[in-house]
């Protein structure tokens, strides 16, 4: 046995012990089972298309971001670091291709998507840009070039914290790109942050909806998805391609703390699949009716009732992953033999347009109190 | 409207509001989804048949114990007073009748089974009668006349916390009841004891397992189901008759504290339903082989590789509801083309037997690296 | 030996036995050390002055007041059962003089204060009397008769809850009341209600401010203090003469849901006491300018930077028991050479008055970048 | 305005804005107080000297350890990369100096000392070298040489988690360099693993004893101190000077999973320094004896009565930040009218020498019951 092939023996022997070195120090290996229902006829795959790491201006490794995503229960991510703002550069490569090479291997053993992603920084304006096919294209280009690259590598390009370091406005910049065909989706939600002010522009403009950490600190482990910002897409297949299909038909809702936007179809579709009354029938006891409700999801619901019965009062939470029972009140002077066929809710933490809840009507069948 | 009219009309009214209120100071309305698989004809349900209320020695009304257990996912309980000490029978009632009359219609409403119930404490020997008909027939008997007398009421009859102020020993008034046919399970769990010297009486002596709080306090909100002890009874039907039968034929498993302790056929039935291998094959990764699996139950399975395939060694958690991998160490020099068609693993807080924990045999292909 | 002294030592030894069982059964022994700094010249008191037990319509029995009390760190309590209702009176006597005496020996023992209470009860308005020396004198009077007599008890009362059923508005019969001076103080906070319509009143009534749980069932173990609605007292003394001047001379904050409510002195006192600046003397780094703070308290606070220096914004909590930064950041257009020697700050979690929040100038001198 | 000078501008003020995005993505800025009482004539600095980044094997950035640092309450660290193992040499610079000189103005900025650190590393043997002044000086040396190497630096050394891969034998290896003054401590504790056989050593060796994390990954933000691993150095002034001086004295105590090892006086002026009884006489209650302690630390203590008085027996935690009862049973017959004046403890989580606790006598006089 040559020298060499000692070395190599060692090396790789080495390489082990480091990894079991580091095995040891790190946190239990458990990765977080994420209840969202599937809608018929798609998958619901959670994503965060939004992520740093040392080859920009974040202090993780690539790897680092996929075992966070393990952890967390995300199915896929996109690691997007900038193209042209490169505060290590003096202790670590600017070649953005080694992003995802790094990151790969990593990702198809835990079984998480990783979908190749940049982002496109120039001046205040920043877009992602996801399936790109070559990350290092767009490096000191002005923004409109770097888009038109981005474009011609087929990418699916969104604008990043649209009032990131000025206010919420369709710019002019923003508008040419939008009429190239450049501008496919915005962040209403980046990190902590929800825009109101874009969530109009949704609609009209025909953009996906995103939620994204923005992440370059490490994720901390306590915090569950929603917690976590992230984008729901409903995929027809669970893989880069169904990722694409999906955000390109715009079949995506942001969830961040615990509130969720997206188009009422969308929202609806994810209310039936995690929610089930537990009763068709109520009655007035007291002056209280009990409304129980399971939800197997991770997903809190916060409902109220609207309407009807006009006789009743009441909101709640329908806890994820709990039996929860909606209390409503009836008014002061309760009503004689008067029934209801059903229950009008709004589910407050649910948008599907600016300053509207999701409204829903439940064929629950309350009996006054004779 | 005659006075006593207006009287009960007020009183009806006042006591609405003053659920309101309570309601209102309550803790959230939320009940735990608690995930433990069924078996095969069976469905399994969560109970705590050992509960206490300010009718002997507790703190708490009937009716706080049932919404415990609604909140914290149990299926049925049993409330039981002791027979024969009554510290606040100053103030309160000593009609044990009466716990049960009270408990029941909360019960009914949550949708939880009320196992009637007595304790019968006699000296330093206290049993649990469950399925009683009348709980104030046993005060002021001696052990065994009040057994007997449990008995003719058809009673399931169990022993509690059998070393309670003196070593855990199978005594002659015991062996006496035993033969009588008036000793038909033993609480191996009460409260944070597990009474090890038990375990070997259950098998030989043919009794069932139970697990229970014995809450004399309010039970704490922050616990999980298995940190607060439960009895799993696996049930062919979800009502008072299947808990009967499912007692009575020794289908029971006691989990506290993160160990479960039954049948390895029961054992091993739960892994089944909780569990399952992510792949069927894995491959040696510098010295480490990583099986994943994904746990959808409430449960957790400390699993350690014993025996096979020999080169490798490793432990580690399944954690509930999440999906965990398990690493495994290639010993210093790792086999050359080896293959193992199968892995043993023995479930360290799964418990057959005395000194026993589950075996399983998993068939999972380990190709040895080239 | 004769029989009935065999008795009396069996029962000793049983009472004695039977207790260790309920502790064995008991929650972890452990009183939470909550930081609220003292002011000068005065002891700062923990308290809750409205809980209720079997005695009336609550769930658990009085001694259960105690241990909570103990354990989420009070240092007062009042158990104050209604007069007027007692739905458990088939069952639990309506004698509410036993309620001090079952919860006294405990109180002695765990150092807890406990003030002698009652709720009095007609119809909407409810009313607690604190120090009163016959809580069974008000059952079956009118409102204003009860409060006469409470007076001439030398009750300290307080209106409770006083929008509870209805609108929060002052009414005649309260005004009649406050003139015959029985109305001294006013629930702000009842569990997790603030009654924001109430606040105007506090200062042109001179009415003393009091926030209070009102728990009927058992209080959950895992709220803090300032969760869990908690009034502050500032004491002379920390015994019952203390109290009452306190309550008297109106020295009380209420504390809930990390919001607290007093006058500006009391609530600047308390942050006075709490945080401690780390820096005299800041400078603008990029666009930031971070100040440090060591709260060694368990109150955080929320707090925002208003009016000066112009050129920044920002907000952040200084959370309990910790070390925080405030990052304040510089306008878009940094300034040149100026300097600024004070900031000033509201914290926006404290409120001297409707509408208001505590307004602070700290002599931190701020300098921008050259 | 010249082109270099706008650029400059734009320059500064897009690192401004980029760190905003990064502050907005971080989690929240908060050091934990941790409360480890100073002893006599020494300050308590909690420390880590044993931490990676991208520079060698691990995966965050320099700063992010001193970041975590502030964030944990610690009070110094170690960055403490490979000499010669480099897994990330095609993308990260393999400067060691570089380790330090990015992590110093953030370790400056949070108040956190940063001891030059860098872990000599080969073949299975590691050892962690403090103060050194060239951390690139020992790459390519075997062991021997770069000891050699780091002491004329006038490096602290000390040997790592000294049985990985392998057991934990005083290795003639060792030996010779700990003959030649190279050995001045050792890991007992590494991450979440305990080496029990190299205890007996710190005694007839002279070695300091060292408690470090050996972190890769990003360190989990929920853990709290003691939890992570921490070497508590008792040191005259709070400077590197300062934790040299105290390490050559081997004034250390090692601090992990509610564990601490140390010698019996350090371990006993932690205790005095954190725990007051609460009372000097106690009585027999029942069967039980209760002792109310106040530990204002944030360390537990596991108590139990060993030995004195011989009638009473019982253990539990003296919870941190809390106060706690121990309640010691009497035996089945109890005492006539004896009494203590002594209570001899063992505190079971503090170890002064391999196999033993820390033992106690608390002038605390028991009255048993007349």
Chains 1, 2, 3, 4 share one sequence.
């Not at 009807?308 to 009503?335: D, F, M, N, Y």
Request: net charge neutral.
């Amino acid at each position: 046995m040559g020298r060499s092939m000692i070395k190599r023996l060692l090396n790789r022997l080495f390489t082990a012990a480091v990894v079991l070195l580091a095995a040891a120090a790190a946190p239990a290996q458990k990765r977080a089972l994420v209840a969202v229902p599937d809608l018929p006829g798609y998958k619901t795959l959670k994503c965060d298309f939004h992520l740093h790491t040392v080859f920009s201006d974040g202090e993780v490794w690539p790897t680092t971001r996929v075992m966070e995503a393990w952890r967390d229960g995300l199915d896929a991510i996109a690691i997007t670091d900038h193209d042209d703002y490169h505060p290590h550069k003096d202790d670590v490569s600017v070649n953005l291709a080694r992003v995802h090479q790094i990151a790969l291997p990593a990702a198809e053993r835990a079984g998480i998507l990783l979908v190749p992603g940049v982002e496109i920084s120039k001046g205040d304006i920043h877009f992602n840009a996801l399936f790109v096919t070559d990350a290092n294209a767009f490096t000191g280009l002005d923004l409109t070039s770097a888009l038109t690259a981005a474009k011609k590598q087929g990418a699916f390009l969104f604008w990043n914290h649209p009032g990131w370091r000025g206010p919420t406005v369709w710019q002019p910049v923003i508008e040419a790109a939008h009429k190239d065909g450049m501008v496919h989706g915005v962040e209403l939600v980046n990190g902590r942050t929800f825009y109101a002010e874009a969530f109009p522009w949704i609609g009209p403009k025909k953009l996906a909806i995103l939620a994204n950490t923005d992440a370059h600190a490490p994720l901390p482990a306590e915090q569950r998805l929603g917690q976590r910002p992230v984008t729901l897409v409903f995929a027809r297949s669970a893989d880069l391609e169904g990722i694409r299909e999906a955000l390109t038909a715009r079949r995506t809702v942001a969830w961040m703390d615990d509130h969720l936007w997206g188009s009422a179809e969308l929202l609806k579709g994810l209310w039936e699949g995690a929610v089930k009354p537990l009763t068709a029938e109520a009655r007035l006891e007291g002056r209280i009716v009990r409304l129980p409700f399971r939800n197997g999801s991770s997903i809190p619901f916060e409902a109220q009732l609207v309407g009807k019965p006009t006789w009743l009062t009441g909101k709640g939470t329908i806890h994820p992953q709990s039996e929860s029972v909606l209390a409503l009140r009836a008014g002061p002077v309760p009503p004689g033999g008067e029934e209801a066929a059903t229950v009008e809710l709004e589910i407050t933490n649910l948008h599907p347009a600016p300053g509207e809840n999701l409204r829903l009507t439940l064929p629950v069948r309350i009996a006054a109190r004779k």
